[in-house]
Structures are given as C-alpha cells and as structure tokens.
C-alpha cells in the first residue's frame, strides 16, 4: 500500500495530486502538510513511498526545501511539484536529486502518469526538458547545493537572512566556533570565498533570484 506526502499550500493543487493519486492507485495513503516545517517532521518519522514537494512554501522559498528534505533522507524520492516550467528550473531540480517534476499545469492524466511512473521506480519530467538546459552554471550551484549537510543549510539560510555568527549559534543552539567551521565547509562546497558570495550562489540558484 504506497503512502506518499503532499506538501503544497495551494489547496486546489494539493486536491489535484489526491485526486491523481486516488485514480492511479484506489489503495495510496497520503498525509498532506502546507509548510517544510510540517514536512520535515513527517519525514523524519517515516519513509514515504513519494513526496511531492511544491517550490514555494510559506516557510522556504526555491530549492532550499528540496535540499533539506534530500538532507534528512537520502533515498527518499522527491518530485517537485510547481507552477514554474522553465527548462533551467527542471534541470536544477533533477541537479539537486528530484526523481520528478510535475508542473502544476498538468491535467489530471498528466499527473496520473507521472505518479504512476514515480511509483514504478522510474523519473518523470515535461516531455523534451529531460536534458535542457543542462549546461546553465544554475545547475552546477544546484548539484554543490545538494552536498551540504542538514546543519551547512541551515546556517546557510541564516546568513542568508542577515544573521551574524553570534545569532546564528544562539538560534541553532550551537558553538560559534563550530558555526565557522560550517561556514569554512560551504564555503569550499560552493565554491565561494566569503559570506556575501554565498548568499548570490544562493540567489543565483533560487528560481525566484
């Protein structure tokens, strides 16, 4: 009996992928959260047969869901779920380890199909961007992105919002010394020599950037 997790906070797109999910297999279970807070707790407790993540969330914007999410459980199939179909979006997507991408345009066959082949072990993207744009520098930032660990990404998002080191230890609950030493490891993951740097990769990688 597969049991996947909806975490979309757009509730006709959310009863869309049940309804998918209920005509591709009558006996899918799913749980269905609206923020990555809720995702993550879920995620953290079981393995999901698929999760179908959308891009925007209230509480995290762009891939930095997916690459938490990929963080805490490295087997778990991901598809992005999202109203945004450019070929660089997919391409990062499948960079940073989605076995799926289901625009949010689909029909309800489409999403039939695309659940259908998840489900199957298989991947599934919008026919012809299997392999564009995989030569755009955004892809490259995505697979560094997908390096990091759970901890380097979330204070990569602290500093991303303006929080020195001290703020940083004190909300994470961690050392200073040991908020610099993931600094120095994603510094060297993406590639970047200082704070300011990060934060463009990161606004580089984002598809809201």
């Not at 079981?46 to 490295?74: E, K, N, S, T």
């Not at 029909?107 to 392999?131: H, N």
Request: proline share 5%; aromatic share 4%.
């Amino acid at each position: 009996m597969p049991h996947i997790l909806v975490a979309d906070d757009h509730p006709m797109c959310a009863t869309a992928l049940g309804m998918a999910a209920r005509a591709t297999d009558p006996t899918i279970t799913k749980d269905c959260v609206t923020t990555l807070a809720e995702a993550e707790a879920l995620v953290r407790q079981r393995d999901y047969d698929l999760i179908l993540l959308d891009l925007m969330l209230p509480d995290v914007q762009g891939f930095a869901g997916l690459a938490l999410l990929r963080a805490i459980r490295p087997s778990a199939k991901i598809a992005i779920v999202s109203g945004r179909e450019e070929p660089t979006v997919v391409a990062q997507a499948r960079a940073l380890g989605a076995q799926g991408f289901i625009p949010k345009s689909s029909t309800i066959d489409q999403m039939m199909a695309a659940l259908r082949s998840l489900l199957a072990g298989k991947t599934w993207v919008p026919e012809g961007m299997e392999e564009a744009a995989q030569d755009d520098p955004r892809v490259d930032v995505a697979q560094r992105m997908g390096t990091l660990s759970i901890a380097q990404l979330r204070v990569l998002r602290a500093i991303v919002n303006g929080h020195q080191n001290k703020q940083i230890a004190y909300d994470l609950q961690l050392a200073e010394p040991t908020v610099k030493s993931h600094l120095s490891a994603i510094f060297r993951k993406l590639g970047v020599s200082n704070r300011t740097q990060a934060v463009l990769a990161l606004q580089a990688f984002d598809p809201e950037g």
